[in-house]
C-alpha cells in the first residue's frame, strides 16, 4: 500500500495562493498517477488535476488557467499550485495515488477555505 501526506492547507482570502504537497511512501515502485480531489461542503467529489507516470497531466476545466500540478520525484512529490483562489475553491482537498492495477490510495485530507 501507499501512505499519502498532504500538507499546505490552510484559510486563504480570495485572490490568494496555496501550495499542497503530497508526499508518498510505502509501496510506490508500482504507482501509475497521481492527483488530487477535492470535496465541497455538500457536493461531491471531483478531480482537480493528475499527473501521470510518463508526465501527462490533466486539470479540470473550471480550474486550468489558475492550478498546476507537477511532481518530485526525487522526494515522491506531487505539488498542486493553485493561484488566484475563489470562494468557490473551498474544499476539502484528497491527494490520490493510483497503482499499475488501478487500485487506489487517499490522503486523509488538508482544508482549504477560501474567504470572500
Known amino acids: 500500500q501507499v501512505r499519502l501526506v498532504e500538507s499546505g492547507g490552510g484559510l486563504v482570502q480570495s485572490g490568494g495562493s496555496l501550495r499542497l504537497s503530497c508526499t508518498a511512501s510505502?509501496?510506490?515502485?508500482?504507482?501509475?498517477?497521481m492527483g488530487w480531489y477535492r470535496e465541497a461542503p455538500g457536493k461531491e467529489r471531483e478531480l482537480v488535476a493528475v499527473?501521470?507516470?510518463?508526465?501527462?497531466?490533466h486539470i479540470q476545466d473550471s480550474v486550468k488557467d489558475r492550478f498546476t500540478i507537477s511532481r518530485d520525484g526525487a522526494t515522491n512529490t506531487v505539488v498542486l499550485q493553485m493561484d488566484n483562489l475563489k470562494p468557490e475553491d473551498t474544499a476539502v482537498y484528497y491527494c490520490?495515488?493510483?497503482?499499475?492495477?488501478?487500485?487506489?490510495?487517499w490522503g486523509q485530507g488538508t482544508q482549504v477555505p477560501v474567504s470572500s
Open positions: 490520490l495515488a493510483e497503482n499499475v492495477y488501478a487500485l487506489d490510495s
Open positions: 510505502g509501496s510506490i515502485s508500482n504507482i501509475n498517477a
Open positions: 499527473i501521470r507516470r510518463g508526465g501527462t497531466t
